[in-house]
């Protein structure tokens, strides 16, 4: 069913994880990585978001990725 809320993780090796609800038509690389640089004081454009060792692309979606409530997203900032 399109527009619903659901609650997705995103995880680092070295900050706490970071819960983040989103609507599961919408488009999730530019979202989450802003949520992420927010919450912890860093540039959008360092941020890498993997979903099951693939790499999250701009149109990708909770739907498109076959995704589901409370999984995680893998985050890696480059240097």
């Known amino acids: 069913m399109a527009n619903q809320s ?3 993780w995103l995880l680092s090796s070295n900050l706490p994880k970071l819960r983040c609800h989103v609507r599961t038509d919408q ?3 530019a979202l989450l990585r802003q949520k992420y640089a927010k919450a912890f004081g860093v ?3 360092t941020v890498i978001l993997a979903f099951d060792g ?3 692309q701009e149109e990708d979606t ?3 990725l076959a ?3 409370n ?3 893998d985050v ?4």
């Open 6 to 8: 659901k609650t997705i």
């Open 67 to 69: 995704m589901e409530d």
């Open 43 to 45: 540039a959008t454009e």
């Open 76 to 79: 890696v900032e480059e240097c």
């Open 27 to 29: 488009p999730l690389a």
């Open 62 to 64: 909770f739907d498109s």
């Open 71 to 73: 999984d995680i997203i």
């Open 54 to 56: 693939q790499k999250i």
